[in-house]
């Protein structure tokens, strides 16, 4: 197949996105597909005369690989390098190549990658890619939509309010207690989330959440083990459990090597495990992501269980949780890529 990777863009999850998009690239081409890799925001900038063809020069085409840092991207110097200084989200040629495709693997994470849009725009054009669909997307995205038909759907999550930048309110107001976890509402890698212990740090949580959007999510702190349940075709995958060294689950713990154990499957009860996979399948269905997904999960010393959020375009990189997991049944790495597409194509066949 001609694949085409999709990765970069303008989210704060940017270089996780480029490692994914590199390493499924790398995978994809030793299972012998032609591949790109492409950075949506960037685009292919050389001129280009007939991109019918441009498969018969993929390695030329593509992107170098991308590495993470320890800190979030700086967006605004990403913006300057681009030649053409255009306004438009879609870099030079984005568009049209991914149209001479069999299909777009879409390795993008955070704003713009998983909020829908480029879903959407997609199917406008008619491009075939990887994931769930739109409307999924968007609704899953959003933390205070998702966690609203979370509590119509009877999925269990933390007790939580949204606020908006001009509705702020006091933790009084707000109804919770203290420890609390303030984060955006459609952010993604545990960027701008915070644990407020006291009134003092909440006040400067709310500051520090809002300078990443205008509404944010604030939720009962949940002292217990973190897990997370992978999702493919409405079939999950063994639970995995992850331990951060130390603090929680933040941006460097995610992605630096040694910074987090990581046990699959993890050491549960069977009984636990298998109601952790039940209700990751129910998140599924109740958002419409009827692809792929990976939900992540905490349970308190009393066993109970907290379904915090989806992601629909989960990572890809060494240290990413759904591999780990598909690795568990014997899936390795470029299976499991070429089982996503096999998997998304299933939507078109619908049609």
Same mark, same amino acid.
């Given at each position: 197949m001609?694949?085409?990777?999709?990765?970069? !863009?303008?989210?704060?999850?940017? #270089?996780?996105?480029?490692?994914? !998009?590199? *390493?499924?690239?790398?995978? /994809?081409?030793? &299972? !012998?597909?032609? @591949?790109? *890799? /492409? #950075?949506?925001?960037m685009g292919y900038q050389e001129a280009e005369t007939d991109i019918s063809d441009i498969f018969d020069h993929c390695q030329e085409a593509s992107v170098p690989e991308g590495v993470i840092t320890a800190k979030e991207p700086d967006l605004a110097k990403v913006k300057a390098m681009r030649k053409d200084q255009s306004d438009c989200f879609f870099g030079p040629n984005v568009i049209a190549i991914c149209r001479v495709? $069999?299909?777009?693997? *879409?390795? /993008?994470?955070?704003?713009?990658?998983?909020?829908?849009?480029?879903?959407?725009a997609f199917d406008l054009f008619g491009i075939r890619y990887t994931g769930t669909g739109y409307l999924g997307s968007a609704l899953a995205m959003d933390k205070g939509i998702s966690k609203k038909m979370f509590d119509a759907a009877g999925i269990p999550t933390?007790?939580?309010?949204?606020? &908006?930048?001009?509705?702020? &309110?006091? /933790?009084?107001?707000?109804?919770?207690?203290?420890?609390?976890?303030?984060?955006?509402?459609?952010?993604?890698?545990?960027?701008? @989330?915070?644990?407020?212990?006291?009134?003092?740090e909440y006040e400067k949580a709310l500051r520090d959440a809002f300078r990443y959007e205008d509404e944010i999510v604030v939720e009962d702190?949940?002292?217990?083990r973190e897990f997370s349940v992978g999702?493919? $075709?409405y079939r999950a995958l063994p639970v995995i459990e992850i331990a951060p060294v130390e603090g929680f689950y933040d941006y460097e713990n995610k992605y630096k090597a040694g910074s987090t154990v990581e046990t699959c499957p993890a050491q549960l009860p069977a009984a636990a495990a298998a109601r952790m996979q039940q209700i990751a399948v129910q998140v599924c269905e109740c958002l419409g992501l009827d692809t792929y997904a990976r939900m992540d999960f905490l349970l308190n010393d009393k066993g109970e269980m907290f379904c915090l959020e989806a992601n629909t375009l989960p990572g890809m990189t060494p240290t990413s949780l759904l591999p780990q997991e598909a690795a568990v049944t014997g899936m390795e790495f470029g299976d499991l890529c070429e089982k996503l597409i096999l998997v998304s194509r299933k939507k078109y066949e619908r049609d």
């Open positions: 001609n694949i085409v990777v999709l990765a970069g !863009g303008l989210s704060t999850e940017r #270089d996780v996105s480029l490692i994914t !998009g590199s *390493m499924v690239s790398r995978a /994809l081409r030793e &299972k !012998g597909h032609r @591949v790109i *890799m /492409l #950075d949506v925001f495709a $069999d299909f777009v693997f *879409m390795a /993008l994470h955070g704003e713009n990658g998983e909020n829908g849009k480029i879903q959407a933390p007790h939580w309010i949204s606020m &908006k930048k001009n509705e702020q &309110k006091t /933790l009084a107001e707000t109804g919770l207690g203290l420890p609390c976890v303030v984060k955006p509402c459609c952010g993604g890698s545990s960027i701008g @989330v915070f644990i407020a212990r006291t009134e003092e702190y949940v002292e217990g999702v493919i $075709d």
